[in-house]
């Protein structure tokens, strides 16, 4: 099984700043399999990458993700409000698919 | 845009068997490209994969899980199901039904209590 490590578990940030997440495998696998999920409170997850870098449909560009091995970032370029929430890696790559724990982007 | 929306008892009694369904709409179950997935969350934790299935009727299952745990597909009524047997307090979490990445249910909860 794939174990995907995120890191930190919460980052505070003030909007318009830069948020940098982090998400490591526990082996390599085809990055190609890895997307990154935005949760808010009470909400079901949405698609923000696929593929490790492919903005999905009506992502902003501010969003953005990139690979190399084993380790996979998430950025957002510049907070905006609606950007505070948890932020989870997921591999559907090799099964079992598996996700991080998920980092906190919280107001600083 | 696929809509999915499941339907099942929000509160199963402990031992006893969890069962949910999808109903989906925009496209066909029985249509390959993508996997008909469920996930889970417990309160305040992460998302946990739970299995999936595809147009052919593969499936593949969480090993934590695999023991308990059945997605059908009902290609008639264009649904997908789960069935989680012998269920447990640690059962507790809202399920979610997936169409790939991208489209997901507003998510149900499910309590496992006496």
């Known amino acids: 099984e794939i174990v995907l490590t995120q890191s930190p578990g919460t980052l505070s940030v003030s909007p318009g700043e830069r948020a940098t997440l982090s998400c490591r495998a526990s082996q390599v696998f085809d990055s190609t399999y890895l997307a990154w999920f935005q949760q808010k409170p009470g909400q079901a997850p949405r698609l923000l990458i696929k593929g490790a870098s492919i903005r999905a449909t009506g992502i902003p560009d501010r969003f953005s993700g990139s690979a190399s091995g084993t380790d996979f970032t998430l950025t957002i370029s510049r907070l905006e409000p609606e950007d505070f929430a948890v932020y989870y890696c997921h591999q559907y790559g090799s099964a079992p698919w598996t996700f991080g724990q998920g980092t906190k982007v919280d107001i600083k | 845009q696929v809509q999915l929306q499941e339907s099942g008892p929000g509160l199963v009694k402990p031992a006893e068997t969890l069962s949910l369904t999808c109903s989906v709409s925009g496209d066909s179950v029985g249509r390959g490209g993508h996997f008909w997935t469920w996930i889970r969350q417990r309160q305040g934790q992460g998302l946990e994969w739970i299995g999936y299935i595809y147009y052919s009727r593969s499936t593949s299952y969480n090993p934590s899980l695999q023991s308990r745990v059945t997605i059908s597909l009902d290609t008639s009524r264009n649904q997908f199901s789960l069935t989680l047997n012998s269920v447990t307090a640690a059962d507790t979490a809202i399920y979610y039904c997936?169409?790939?990445?991208?489209?997901w249910s507003q998510g149900t909860l499910v309590t496992v209590s006496s």
């Open positions: 997936t169409w790939g990445l991208g489209d």
